[in-house]
């Protein structure tokens, strides 16, 4: 794992700074410590989610400039063995230069992780329209309504995962579940026009011309002649 390998040389690094001897030099060193610290957090958690990721099937990127990262990380250790002291990594642009390194570095591993991804969410898993987008091309049905309510309750929970990848084999379960759950909805796709046009004006008062004799029967063969009710306007 090429994350992992920066991982270990930044703690190599870390561990010995903890080697020197005095209060001011021990303070300055663990100064250092902390700020090491602080990027060692985020690359464990890539290299974590990178092996989760991979042990379900994911290809992933190559990290830009690592090879770039870890030499800079070696010669910083090899410097610091020789002089273990605080001033040997604070001189110059030594620290700020290994410190923005690293920055980037996390940045771009975490780029280019997402990136692989959602690659993959989109071609492995569900990819129907957006609750908005797919109610508004179906007609207003009883069938419909039902059934988009449970398709914006999967929905939500399953998109999610396209910018937070699942963190372990269970997670990923869950995911494939939601995606075979929104697979499985049906909706009323063939609703004749005049029907569609019907149901649509019905929300805000459809006035009797819109009744032709083809919503009339489609009403009474769906069993929804019940659902309506002629009421006169009042200007």
């Known amino acids: 794992m090429l994350i992992t390998d920066a991982t270990l040389t930044l703690e190599r690094l870390t561990k010995l700074g903890t080697a020197a001897e005095g209060a001011e030099e021990a303070k300055a060193l663990d100064s250092l410590r902390v700020d090491l610290a602080a990027f ?15 042990g379900e099937g994911v290809s992933l990127s190559k990290i830009p400039d690592l090879a770039n990262v ?13 002089t273990p002291r605080a001033t040997t990594l604070r001189r110059g642009t030594v620290w700020t230069t290994l410190t923005s390194k690293l920055q980037t570095l996390t940045q771009k591993a ?12 989109d071609s492995r898993f569900f990819s129907g329209l957006p609750p908005p987008r797919r109610e508004a091309t179906l007609a207003k049905t009883p069938e419909n309504d039902q059934a988009l309510k449970s398709y914006r309750e999967f929905y939500q929970s399953f998109i999610r995962y396209r910018l937070q990848p699942p963190t372990n084999a269970e997670d990923f ?14 909706f009323q796709e063939d609703v004749p026009e005049a029907v569609r046009i019907f149901l649509e004006a019905s929300s805000s008062g459809a006035g009797l011309h819109l009744l032709t004799p083809e919503v009339l029967t489609w009403l009474r063969d769906n069993g929804l002649m019940a659902n309506y009710v002629v009421r006169a306007r009042i200007n």
């Open 40 to 54: 060692a957090s985020p690359i464990h958690a890539l290299a974590a989610k990178a092996a989760v990721l991979r």
């Open 110 to 121: 975490q780029s280019a992780l997402l990136d692989d991804w959602q690659q993959y969410f």
């Open 173 to 186: 379960s869950k995911l494939l579940l939601l995606s075979q759950q929104l697979a499985k909805i049906e």
């Open 70 to 82: 870890k030499e800079h990380l070696q010669k910083s250790l090899e410097r610091f063995k020789l």
